[in-house]
Every structure is written in structure tokens, then in C-alpha cells.
């Protein structure tokens, strides 16, 4: 069976209820030095960029952890993918059909199961007899792959240095903050807040960037 990836439109994001990002970015010559050493294994050539606000690599470390986290407030959590809730019908039925491609261009199965002769429905019928066991494993499948990738980017958030974020959809919360009030991070030299319709950026020149919309 394919392993399958989750892409998240824009659609999903408006569709929580709650949904903050803070990044705090660090605007000390040490720091900036620090993060390009390690994003671009010893290039410094970034750090002589005019203003590091507008350089495609702050908009591509922001970007990065805004998708980490919406991606984890998609999961919501484990318990919540352990018991089926990142799981669509459309999903299963996806790879039920792809399960039924394989029966069907399986050579060893022809006549013996498949049989062009019969319908469509009839051999259908027959390849959920023939791979009850398989269809009946699609869903842990599903939910396995699913911790996976949950796992996954939560190991990511860890990667992030020097950065305070939150994120949260009014249940499930993901934050390395002290602090989870709006105002606390507002005392930072830089910080991206979208909460509901507001979307705050300092410094202003951020929207200036660019790439921007990536965000």
C-alpha cells in the first residue's frame, strides 16, 4: 500500500477556530550568524543581506514552523488520531480501490479470482471475500502512518532554536512559550501573530519581504 502524505489547503487553516503563530526571531548579529551557520552549514554570505527582515531566508524559517504547526493543529493530537479522527471514508475508499487495482492486474488471480467474464460489481464482490483481511487493515494503516507524521513534526518543532511559538485551536496547544498571552510576545523586537481575522507582523518592513506569501 502507497504511504500517503497529508497536504493541508488554505481552506483548512480558516477553518480553525482559534489559530495563533508567534515567531520571535532574534535580531542579534550572533544570533543571525548562529541560524545561518546552521541552515546553511557555514554560509555566511546571508548575513551581509541588507536588512535580514526582508532575506528569503527569515521568510523561509517563519514559513516552515507556521506549516509545522498547522499541520500539528490538523493532528490536534494523538489520542485523536489513535482513535480514528484523522481518518475520512474517502480516504479508506481510496486505498480499498487501489487494494481492488491489485487484485484485478494480478496475474496469480485470474480465473482463480478475477474473471474478466463476470461484471464489475461480481468481481468486486469477489476481491472483498478473496482480501477481507487487507481491507480490514486499511484504517490502522491510515492511523499508523498518521502518528508517523505527527511524530514527525513535532520532533521538527524541536529543531527550532532561539524561536518562541504558539499555536492552538482553542483544545489542543503546541508552544515552547513561558508566557501564552498575545501581549508577552509583543515585548520582542519581532513577532507574526494571526489570530482569527488579525494578523499582526513587526517589524511593519516584514511585509515588505518579498516572499511574504509564503506565509
Not at 135 to 154: H, M, V
Request: charged share 30%; net charge negative.
Amino acid at each position: 500500500m502507497d504511504i500517503r502524505s497529508k497536504n493541508y489547503s488554505h481552506s483548512l487553516i480558516t477553518k480553525v477556530i482559534v489559530f495563533i503563530i508567534t515567531i520571535l526571531c532574534f535580531t542579534g548579529l550572533i544570533t543571525v550568524f548562529l541560524d545561518i551557520a546552521a541552515f546553511h552549514q557555514g554560509d555566511f554570505d546571508a548575513a551581509f543581506e541588507k536588512d535580514y527582515y526582508l532575506s528569503q531566508d527569515y521568510m523561509q524559517e517563519s514559513s516552515q514552523l507556521a506549516e509545522t504547526l498547522t499541520n500539528l493543529i490538523e493532528y490536534k493530537s494523538e489520542e485523536n488520531i489513535l482513535n480514528g479522527g484523522t481518518i475520512t471514508e474517502e480516504e479508506v475508499k481510496k486505498e480499498k480501490d487501489q487494494l481492488f487495482f491489485q487484485f484485478e492486474h494480478d496475474e496469480n488471480n485470474y480465473y482463480k479470482y478475477y474473471d474478466p467474464k463476470l461484471s464489475y460489481q461480481e468481481n468486486y464482490q469477489k476481491f472483498e471475500e478473496v482480501y477481507t483481511d487487507k481491507i480490514a487493515q486499511i484504517k490502522d494503516i491510515l492511523i499508523a502512518e498518521d502518528i508517523k507524521q505527527y511524530n514527525s513534526f513535532l520532533r521538527r518543532l524541536e529543531e527550532y532554536k532561539g524561536v518562541y511559538y504558539y499555536a492552538g485551536d482553542g483544545e489542543n496547544v503546541f508552544t515552547n512559550s513561558p508566557n501564552e498571552d498575545k501581549d508577552y510576545f509583543k515585548l520582542y523586537s519581532s513577532y507574526l501573530i494571526f489570530d482569527k481575522l488579525e494578523e499582526t507582523v513587526y517589524p511593519k518592513k516584514v511585509r515588505e519581504n518579498s516572499h511574504y506569501y509564503w506565509l
